[in-house]
Nanobody
Framework: QVQLVESGGGLVQPGGSLRLSCVAS????????MGWYRQAPGKQRELVAI???????NIASSVKGRFTISRDNAKNTVALQMDSVKPEDTAVYYC????????????WGQGTRVTVSS
């Protein structure tokens, strides 16, 4: 079992930056991939960025060039650096993990709200 706790959300102005963190605990050695997803009001949850055990990453086209995903193995943490944010980035951001390279995430954090507004 993996437990995930997100932090770092808040209110940010358009063009600004925000850094989200996700701390993992429990069966960490079982994790093959961790990712950030977001869900805006009235929309489905969508993948933002994912990082795999080998360090490779996938970034959604909507945020590519603006968002970066990284990890700190010593701290069991995955971070999402959000730069040049836009109002359409407003959403609840969730951290997820899974024990396989492909498939659905099977562990989720509680989410952290990001609001981009002037």
């Amino acid at each position: 079992q993996v437990q995930l706790v997100e932090s770092g959300g808040g209110l940010v102005q358009p063009g600004g930056s925000l850094r989200l963190s996700c701390v993992a605990s429990g069966s960490i050695s079982s994790i093959s991939a961790m990712g950030w997803y977001r869900q805006a009001p009235g929309k489905q949850r969508e993948l933002v960025a994912i990082i795999f055990r080998d360090g490779s990453t996938n970034i959604a086209s909507s945020v590519k060039g603006r968002f970066t995903i990284s990890r700190d193995n010593a701290k069991n943490t995955v971070a999402l650096q959000m730069d040049s944010v836009k109002p359409e980035d407003t959403a609840v951001y969730y951290c997820g993990s899974r024990p396989t390279l492909f498939g659905q995430m099977n562990s989720w954090g509680q989410g952290t709200r990001v609001t981009v507004s002037s």
